[in-house]
């Protein structure tokens, strides 16, 4: 009697929504509005509102108030005094997290799932830190890092269990972290032209931030991540504080947050050091030894690019590269950066908004690997 033939082929069926609770669905959209309005819970609560009006998002077993009373209840928002001596909502630090922890699996989640992954690697870790990825057996690779249990279910999936075999093409390995200590700081541009010509460059990169901040303090516990902002001054920003973050009516003093970011990685014990910067337009404001600022907006200033130029190198001479993510595409910046960058022999893209998290994420998880030193 022959064996009968096995029907293959595709089942399509219906795509049913994971199933979220009232509150939940909302809450998805409070964390994306929250962001956007700078952490102020009233302006957030407004447009939620109104999103309501128009799409209809609650019903009226479930309302924006009832929404609003579990958020308190839940620990996201408490009551607190304004500047005004009014009272009002303010988000607490578990909100803090959850906005660092949404925005980490919107950026990070999404860039592990493409097919532009950055655990792929032809350097093997040399320690047993293992990252929990898999890759395929390479020539020279130990045998105690083939994981068994993946290999033969390859081979199970591959050859079948009838005549059950196990080849080379079967096995994969656990890939491996070097133990390396990474100290990074992230300086973010908040010149006013940030949010110019109707473009919200802010926000996405606020979200980089707290994105690659979750990830090194659930990930690389031992890593250090330190964020700066430069307008006309610089100064550090704590973690906790990112989702507050706004441009000001600033010019933008890159040389200012360069020292600062130098000075920060000076003090920091590890080998590894990196710089990375966020800015959408050129430099034009430096501080002068009297205390006063010169600033020239009109087009590229010699005076104030030499001074950058001076502060690529002399990072470089500390062996701290510079990474520079340029939000334009202004053919006249693009060749300030090219000079900027040849002077600190660092990287520079030229990316979009949509691009700014993959490229980040995928620039510190490659330096990490390797000495920079």
Sequence with gaps: MKNAKRNKGFVFKSYEEPFQTPFDKLFDIFKELITYTSGDFDEAIDWLRQLDKEFKLTTPEYTIDDFVADLKNKGYIVERLRFDGEGGMGITSKMEKALRKNALEQIFGK???????????????????????????QYGDSLEKISVTESLKNAQINHGIGDFSLSENDLVVEDTQFKSQMSTVLMIDISHSMILYGEDRITPAKKVAMALSELILTRYPKDSLDVIVFGNDAWPIAIKDLPYLQVGPFHTNTVAGLQLAMDILRRKRHANKQIFMITDGKPSCLNMPDGSYYKNPMGLDPFITSKCYSMAAQARKLGIPITTFMITADPYLQEFVDEFTASNRGKAYYTGLGDLGEMIFEDYEQNRKKRIR
Excluded at 113 to 136: A, L, V, W
């Design 111 to 137: 860039m592990r799932k493409g097919k532009s992954g950055n655990h792929k690697t032809s350097h093997q870790g040399r320690s047993d830190e293992n990252t929990g990825d898999f890759r395929d057996y």
